[in-house]
């Protein structure tokens, strides 16, 4: 090749390397959204949001394109190869709560009014922390208690500082407060690490509720840390963070407002409320800080702020924040086995997470699976190692894992066995420090079990296991494997120490046992242990009949106590659903204290008759101390009363209550219960008593009268005995001794009693209302029901069996 042909082919190749576009003006068109790019993601350049973003609930921002370069431009330019800068372009600054967020409400813009002199941030807060945010906030406006408009735009916090007071005394960095009409902060300062923000000096009361955390709640929560994180590093944390420091209070505040032990002043929820909500404001504060959303400081505060919830009883609302903090969580990889405060929130969350689960039956929210053989475990990491196990038995007794399972028997009892063999592997496990110390220990008498002492508490009462039988007695919720696998005697128990008997309600409140599991999923033998039934077991075979008595308030409940004690008879004491509905469950509550101070306690049943009501049955045989529960869906055509029942009955017997039903109708109604009189009545045949014994019901009420209530004076009780079952009689008012003796000679056991217990008492307190001390009136009138009800037991044939009973048992033991 001559030079001139060289010298031709240069000069070409020069020109088309001249005239190839830059990457930024034709080989790559586009760059991604900004939020696509900060965060290293591949961005699919969707308008007006691309897909991350979408996905992910962000801010979607695009850089501005480049100017359009004129001829002129080029000709100048042609020989440079400097790239043009990446220009941005002004955009309105992200909202400071999750778009995921409900709330209708209008925001201003914080942004200076000359906007263009600076740059905004365009960093979004972590995607897990932004959600579990949003369901704080969401619920707190649901609840009425916060004006989460105010929270978001408002310059004036519920407790009636400023934001700029607010800042001023939390110090909180002005990295950190967006609202003001201040340049949001840098690129470096977001990726600058969480340096925190100094709470004020905490006044006299904040001290005593700081110390109460200190010295009381945070023990429950590290109950199975021995590095005690919560009650020694987070406090050291919390002088550095204000808003921990707030969810402390909070969480300190509300225990102590359910304290029995508590003053006037600390029983003011509204206390502990204003710690929460300051506690909301101060996280929508640093929620645009990236190094605040993966802190040790959130982490700690978002735990707290669970456990004030579960014990402000929030219902769903704390059920879904569980699943917010689980986000938080997984979203850094966080879990049992990760060390220091990390796994002790994970651990003290996986409690919560079973105890919600438990209720709800529903799978818990983790799959983390150990990796540590117990060799190489600490005693507490084997303490702890049991509430993993645990949540397997919840999962496997779930809704979900029934419904999946339902037609498939083997992957079932091979699901079950696998937790049994990890069951036996862990107390084969156990070192020495799970053995039983001796020392004196408070008995309860109405428990059942002997008291342990193990020392230290986290090895005490493990899940609820009794570690003594571990290797014979399993988890109760296993009883729901298949028929076919049950050979083996499930219970559960669940053993207090002296040391911690006193603080017995607030650790059970805390979650720091997982001890009521029998409640959920009953041991198999649970008949053998349900009063109700023992007693009219007992009954039946000694053909006498037991007493039913509504009670209506605290005179009749006394007296209905204090009769079984003169009488020594077993008792079944009644309550319409009104009485639920009426006190709250207070009735029932101080009913059951009063059997638990009888020396007839084990034979006196409580018992709520006539629940028609599907979701306060529901409540009832969740939140109530009812031994038997009558499922009266009679008001219902036969199909649905059946349909009905049967899922009631069962709901029921899965928290060890005995139940009732009425097959048939009889016409009338009492004072209390839905009346019926407008619908007509039908005898129950003996088909329909098949039917309702295989919905599992205990006991039936079937329909062989003329009149439910009080009779009509023409005609009486009318009665076709003609029935070849045991039942349960109603409608009593009115009865002749001789009538009812004839009733339990025919199989009635359970005999329903109202007026005829009350009708002295009710002529005590006509007669004498005008001149008796209120006082006079209710001792009085307690004392004829005493007599009158023990005449009743007489007729009935149970005055003594109580008595010979207990003696029979004492015997046998």
Request: hydrophobic share 35%.
């Amino acid at each position: 090749m001559d030079e001139a042909t060289a010298r031709r082919r240069a000069a070409q190749n020069e020109s088309r390397r001249l005239k190839r576009k830059s990457r930024s003006q034709g080989l790559r068109r586009t760059t991604g959204c900004i939020t696509c790019k900060r965060r290293h993601l591949r961005c699919d350049e969707g308008i007006p949001g691309c897909r991350n973003c979408v996905k992910s609930k962000q801010e979607c921002s695009y850089a501005a394109p480049p100017p359009q370069e004129s001829p002129e431009e080029n000709d100048s330019t042609e020989n440079t190869s400097t790239e043009p800068e990446l220009a941005l372009e002004p955009y309105q600054a992200p909202e400071l709560i999750s778009p995921s967020i409900s709330i209708t409400t209008t925001t201003r813009s914080y942004l200076p009014e000359d906007s263009s002199s600076f740059q905004p941030a365009p960093t979004p807060p972590n995607a897990a922390f932004y959600r579990w945010f949003g369901l704080l906030a969401d619920d707190a406006a649901a609840a009425g208690d916060l004006d989460v408009a105010a929270l978001l735009c408002s310059q004036t916090l519920i407790n009636g500082l400023s934001l700029e007071t607010f800042q001023e005394r939390y110090s909180i960095p002005q990295v950190i407060a967006p609202c003001l009409s201040e340049p949001p902060p840098s690129d470096a300062a977001d990726r600058a690490p969480w340096h925190g923000s100094q709470p004020a000096d905490l006044s006299t009361s904040e001290v005593a509720l700081f110390d109460n955390f200190v010295k009381r709640v945070s023990l429950w929560i590290d109950l199975y840390d021995p590095n005690r994180c919560f009650s020694v590093f987070v406090p050291h944390l919390a002088m550095r963070d204000a808003g921990l420091m707030n969810a402390i209070l909070a969480l300190s505040s509300r225990q102590l407002s359910i304290s029995p032990d508590a003053s006037e002043s600390e029983r003011d929820r509204r206390i502990s409320l204003q710690y929460y909500h300051d506690t909301l404001r101060y996280l929508q504060e640093a929620m645009s800080v990236d190094a605040y959303t993966t802190s040790l400081e959130l982490l700690a505060t978002a735990l707290i702020v669970s456990m004030y919830e579960m014990l402000d009883d929030s219902g769903n609302g704390w059920e879904r924040h569980l699943k917010g903090v689980f986000w938080i969580q997984r979203s850094q990889l966080i879990h049992g086995e990760t060390g220091g405060l990390r796994s002790a929130v994970w651990w003290a969350w996986l409690r919560q997470d079973v105890w919600a689960a438990f209720r709800e039956r529903r799978k818990t929210l983790s799959f983390w699976k150990p990796t540590k053989s117990y060799s190489t475990m600490n005693p507490y990491e084997i303490a702890a190692r049991i509430v993993w196990i645990f949540a397997k038995a919840v999962d496997y007794c779930s809704k979900e894992e029934l419904a999946s399972s339902e037609d498939r028997v083997q992957p079932r009892l091979q699901r079950a066995d696998a937790i049994l063999e990890m069951l036996s592997e862990w107390e084969e496990s156990l070192p020495v420090e799970f053995t039983p110390l001796p020392g004196v220990a408070e008995v309860d008498p109405g428990s059942g079990f002997e008291p342990l002492w193990i020392h230290p508490p986290a090895f005490d009462g493990l899940a609820g296991l009794d570690i003594r039988s571990a290797q014979t007695s399993e988890m109760s919720g296993l009883s729901w494997m298949p028929h076919e696998a049950k050979n083996t005697r499930f219970a559960t128990s669940l053993t207090w120490n002296a040391e911690q008997r006193s603080t017995k309600t607030q650790r059970a409140r805390t979650g720091s046992h997982i001890a009521t599991a029998s409640t959920m999923d009953p041991a198999s033998d649970w008949k053998e242990k349900n009063k109700s039934i023992r007693v009219l077991r007992a009954a039946e075979k000694d053909r006498y009949g037991v007493i039913a008595a509504i009670a209506y308030n605290i005179e009749h409940i006394l007296g209905f106590v204090k009769a079984a004690e003169v009488a020594q008879s077993p008792i079944i004491i009644q309550f319409f659903p009104w009485a639920v509905t009426y006190s709250s469950g207070l009735l029932i509550r101080a009913a059951a204290d009063a059997i638990s101070h009888s020396s007839m306690r084990d034979h006196i049943v409580l018992h709520m008759d006539h629940a028609q009501d599907y979701d306060l049955i529901k409540q009832s045989a969740g939140q109530l101390p009812f031994d038997s529960i009558m499922v009266d869906m009679s008001h219902y055509e036969k199909e649905e009363n059946l349909s009905k029942t049967r899922e009631l009955v069962a709901y029921c017997q899965q928290r060890g209550i005995a139940t009732e039903a009425e097959p048939g109708r009889i016409e009338g109604g009492e004072d209390g219960v839905v009346d019926t009189a407008e619908l007509e009545g039908s005898k129950t045949t003996p088909e329909e008593v098949d039917d309702f014994i295989a919905t599992g019901v205990d006991a039936l009420a079937p329909a062989f009268g003329n009149m439910h209530g009080e009779y009509d004076a023409r005609t009486g009780p009318r009665l076709d005995f003609q029935r070849r079952v045991s039942i349960a009689l109603h409608g009593t008012n009115g009865f002749s001794p001789a009538l009812l003796e004839k009733c339990i000679a025919e199989g009635c056991t359970k005999i329903n009693v109202n007026r005829i217990v009350l009708d002295n008492y009710y002529a005590h307190l006509r007669q004498h209302a005008a001149t008796l001390t209120h006082t006079q009136l209710m001792e009085e009138g307690t004392q004829k029901v005493v007599d009158l009800t023990v005449r009743w037991m007489g007729i009935c044939g149970s005055a003594g069996k109580a008595r010979l009973t207990s003696e029979s048992s004492s015997q046998h033991l």
